[in-house]
């Protein structure tokens, strides 16, 4: 079975740009998480998604948004992207509990 | 305030040696704890998850303890080896609150 997939792997932005990252779930798993982890630190919660609903949101602005498809499939976006904003995004997706993470995507913003 | 707080921040072992990870956490509500351990740059693997009533759980070399009553936990791993140079990072859960995370203890096993 394949695990969690994320996309894109790496990426690069500028200040002010805009970036839609995406994760696919495990098959059958209903409930998607979005975290973001700076270098050093441990990941920081920024959504969570069950059954296309929104069940949780984590201290984030509102340039930070997600949504969930049908599918399950996750993307999460940021507007007027920040210097801070570069860390590594992770998504993790889960059935009964347990948390099940991809691998992750690499934003560097300029 | 919901924390969890690691130590050592870093450490450094030589390949073969024993080392023991702590976990304190003022986390509630307290539903489980769990450990990860992340590769540098990869997501994070579970290792352990331990429920309120659960003192010892082992995984391979890993053993992981929980106090509820104290709010501590530890990860001790045997034998080290070179791959379990990583990060470990503790997880308290909060049942439909949401998860806390620590910023993890950066181990590095020397040969």
């Known amino acids: 079975d394949a695990g969690v997939t994320q996309s894109p792997t790496h990426l690069i932005k500028t200040r002010g740009q805009q970036v839609t990252l995406r994760c696919s779930p495990i098959?059958?798993?209903?409930?998607v998480s979005w975290y973001q982890q700076v270098l050093g630190q441990g990941p920081q919660f920024i959504f969570q998604y069950y059954e296309k609903e929104e069940r949780g949101r984590g201290n984030f602005p509102d340039r930070f948004s997600a949504r969930q498809f049908p599918n399950y499939s996750s993307e999460l976006n940021v507007n007027a992207l920040l210097l801070g904003d570069s860390a590594l995004y992770l998504c993790?997706?889960?059935?009964?509990?347990?948390?099940?993470f991809g691998e992750g995507s690499r934003l560097t913003v300029l | 305030k919901n924390q969890v707080e690691q130590s050592p921040q870093s450490l450094i072992i030589l390949e073969g040696k024993n080392c023991t990870l702590q976990c304190n956490y003022t986390v509630s509500p307290f539903s489980n704890l769990r450990w990860y351990k992340q590769d540098t740059g990869r997501g994070p693997v579970s290792l352990t998850i331990m429920t309120f009533s659960e003192n010892t759980k082992s995984n391979g070399r890993y053993t992981a303890t929980l106090d509820a009553d104290t709010k501590q936990s530890s990860l001790h791993i045997t034998a080290s080896q070179l791959s379990d140079s990583a990060s470990y990072i503790c997880?308290?859960?909060?049942?439909?609150?949401?998860?806390?995370f620590g910023k993890g203890t950066h181990l590095i096993i020397q040969p």
């Open positions: 098959s059958g798993h209903k409930s």
């Open positions: 997880v308290v859960s909060r049942g439909a609150d949401g998860l806390t």
């Open positions: 993790a997706s889960s059935g009964t509990g347990e948390l099940f």
